[in-house]
């Protein structure tokens, strides 16, 4: 199996933070010809891309205040919002379904944005912004919230609370809001709040990432062509191929049997644990 083979079929059957992960990275990659100034050595994303400060820009453009939030001013800002996006989604996952997660996601990076935009706003600053960490610190604070006292082994460490690493986190922010940066740490720290907020609700019966998920269903059902199957007359025939029809279904159930048990290990083991045989098999299967 070639490399571009594993990508695809790890990003097929990786769940929605492999997706979510894939597409900041792509994105990343794709925006390097068209917004990166070589001359100048930084990324200039446009205002239907990046959000911006100034709130007519937001208003007209509203879609980006999520648009925002799977764009990276370089490659060093993406690596590390990278790493601890894989982090935080693996701890999120472990309570939450997927559907919560991308509801989060983007509901925080929408929040996130729109206190950007009023404190710069208020500020009198004017200025645009990239960047997953709202969204990123929505997921570790829910998670937190929701299980502050789960153990975490960091290398060189040992075992630590959640709590702590996220209060640590926190604290970084509010530290360093007037040293620079002021923007991404207002939208890490309103990316928290609202994380804590979504938590909250939840355990009162109130899950906010159903607006996402309703949103969704609604254009997929609206660009969903429905068949219409016309009447047909059935003709009875008693002599039925019963023993071919048996051979198929026991072909079907023996490779049917074989890629749950490939996906039972990738959820116990990981997609890295699998034999070139088995991810070749899975990756013919999914065709």
Known sequence: MSILEDLKLQYKI?????????????????SIPLFYQFTSGFFDYPTWLAVSSEPMEALYKPW???????????????????MVLHFSSRLFLTFFTQKQYLGLYLLSAFFAGLV?????YLLGYSSTMVGASGSIMALLVAT????????????????????????????????????G???????????????FIYIKLLQNGTDLSRIVTSVIDFFANLFTVKKTTPFKKVHVNPKKPVAKQAGKIVTKDKTQQQIDE???????????????EEKEFLFRAGK
Not at 145 to 170: A, D, S
């Open 116 to 120: 950007y935009v009023l404190s710069f």
């Open 64 to 82: 980006s205040l999520i648009t925002y939030a799977f764009f990276h001013q370089g490659f060093m800002h993406l690596f590390f919002n990278m």
């Open 181 to 195: 940066n002021t923007g991404g740490h207002i939208a890490h720290l309103s990316g928290a709040l609202f994380g």
């Open 14 to 30: 990786g769940g929605i933070a492999n997706k979510m992960i894939y597409w900041n990275v792509g994105l990343f990659i794709l």
């Open 144 to 179: 937190t919230t929701y299980q502050p006292l789960m153990e975490i082994r960091l290398l060189l460490i040992g075992n630590v609370k959640l709590w702590h690493i996220t209060g640590v986190l926190l604290l970084l922010d509010l530290l360093q809001i007037q040293l």
């Open 262 to 276: 490939i996906l039972d290990k990738i959820s116990q083991s990981g997609y890295d644990s699998l034999t070139a």
